[in-house]
């Protein structure tokens, strides 16, 4: 039974266009994030929320846009996509007791913009 | 000073031998410095933590060692496996923030 899961695993699609990307623990987690990894493999925070708030918000352009119906989805929505968004998309998630928590990291949603 | 530099960015050793990561940071407010084990096609996994009141961490060929006043940390890798072939992140974290800063990555491959 797999702890973060994301879907869809691939996706390709044109310059201009829209596309989301779902994920959703299993895990009781209270805290989820998601994460780019470029194309040098560089790890770079997006988004994080708690409980269903947001409450980290990188320089990251308007057009993503994180939805947290409950605890345990965190989706993910890209606008107008451009060629520089190609990249892999991990979704993870964390249960922040104490002041620290283990992330565990989703498959990854590998995206390629044309 | 929210940046956590990694080096090497790639790495071959042979079967059995030590593999050494390094990484360093700036801000002295990070107190939880894990490492993460990137497999192809996978989302990275915690390999082992440590928190900066210890000089060092083991658990089984892993080992962390850690210097506060220079504000460096180090994975080393004893007996290096095939199977240890992997990317390895290292990461920091200031307590409250909810938020990890991650190293650029080190390619590790092992050979037969």
């Known amino acids: 039974d797999t702890a973060v899961s994301q879907t869809p695993k691939y996706l390709v699609t044109q310059m201009g266009n829209d596309k989301s990307i779902k994920c959703e623990q299993n895990?009781?987690?209270?805290?989820m994030y998601w994460y780019k990894q470029d194309s040098k493999k560089f790890l770079k925070i997006m988004f994080s929320y708690n409980n269903k708030e947001l409450i980290i918000n990188e320089t990251v352009p308007n057009r993503f846009s994180p939805k947290s119906p409950d605890k345990a989805h965190l989706n993910l929505h890209i606008n107008s996509l451009e060629l520089g968004d190609s990249a892999v998309y991990f979704c993870?998630?964390?249960?922040?007791?104490?002041?620290?928590?283990?992330?565990?990291f989703g498959e990854g949603s590998r995206l390629t913009v044309l | 000073q929210q940046q956590v530099k990694q080096s090497p960015q790639s790495l071959i050793v042979q079967k059995g031998g030590i593999s050494i990561i390094n990484c360093a940071y700036e801000n002295t407010a990070f107190d939880y410095f894990p490492w993460y084990q990137q497999f192809p096609g996978k989302g990275p996994a915690l390999l082992i933590a440590?928190?900066?009141?210890?000089s060092e961490k083991k658990e089984g060929r892993f080992t962390i060692s850690f210097n506060k006043s220079a504000k460096q940390f180090s994975l080393h890798i004893m007996d290096s496996q095939p199977g240890d072939s992997a990317t390895y992140f290292c990461a920091a974290s200031e307590g409250g923030t909810y938020k990890y800063i991650f190293g650029t990555g080190t390619r590790l491959k092992v050979l037969a």
């Open positions: 440590i928190r900066p009141d210890v």
């Open positions: 895990l009781g987690h209270d805290t």
């Open positions: 993870a998630s964390s249960q922040r007791t104490g002041s620290h928590g283990e992330l565990f």
